[in-house]
């Protein structure tokens, strides 16, 4: 049975660091792009950043290009994203999600909160 | 890039049949049989739907359809029942390897 989960939300001030895991289990992780997707409170959907298979990929939505570093260690099986300068925006639960295109799968996400 | 185009809201009495649209451009929706159709009842994580455009994972019900034409793919629920109602959302990959989701569709069923 394919497992995401996701873990590292919290509280945190504007400015400050926050680093996401998602550790996967059920499949042959390192086959895969990998995924986070974004839900705001009460808002739709948002695609964050999405990293190859082998890791030599990473593409960013606009917003979070410059302060989020999306990573993978296929040996552990995990997903990383460390999410540095928090803004008040950046308030969502973040959910980690595999192979968007073919086959996807979610996990059930973890509450990043940014607050002043 | 845009998020695609989905109606805020539709309608359906139990046991009829909707519709919702997703309409994107030549560089997303378009150009690629890679749409995908999530279902989010409220306080819960997105559920798939529909992948590649019309395929269904293992256990999710045949009266969830998708298709496309043109930059417009659509997702149709037949045999409305109550538990359908929910957020809809739709997702299609863009040139480049990035992805974007439609703005979402709440389902009222009546």
């Known amino acids: 049975e394919v497992q995401l989960v996701e873990s590292g939300g919290g509280l945190v001030q504007p400015g400050g660091s926050l680093r996401l895991s998602c550790a996967a289990s059920g499949f042959t992780f390192r086959n895969y792009w990998m995924t986070w997707v974004r839900q705001a409170p009460g808002k739709g959907l948002e695609w964050v950043a999405s990293i190859k298979p082998d890791g030599s990929e990473k593409h960013y939505v606009g917003s979070v290009k410059g302060r989020f570093i999306l990573s993978r260690d296929n040996a552990e099986n995990s997903l990383y994203l460390q999410m540095d300068s928090l803004r008040v925006e950046d308030t969502a639960m973040y959910y980690c999600?595999?192979?968007?295109?073919?086959?996807?799968?979610w996990g059930q996400g973890t509450l990043v909160t940014v607050f002043s | 890039q845009s998020a695609l185009t989905q109606p805020a809201s539709v309608s359906g009495s139990p046991g009829q049949s909707i519709t919702i649209s997703c309409t994107g451009t030549s560089s997303d929706v378009g150009s690629y049989n890679f749409v995908s159709w999530y279902q989010q009842h409220p306080g819960k994580a997105p559920k798939v739907l529909i992948y590649?455009?019309?395929k269904r994972p293992s256990g999710v019900s045949n009266r969830f359809s998708g298709s496309k034409s043109g930059n417009t793919a659509s997702l149709a629920i037949s045999g409305l029942q109550a538990e359908d109602e929910a957020d809809y959302y739709c997702?299609?990959?863009?040139?480049?390897?990035?992805?974007?989701f439609g703005g979402g569709t709440k389902l009222t069923v009546l």
């Open positions: 590649e455009g019309s």
């Open positions: 999600a595999s192979d968007l295109n073919h086959s996807p799968y």
């Open positions: 997702c299609s990959y863009v040139t480049g390897d990035t992805w974007v």
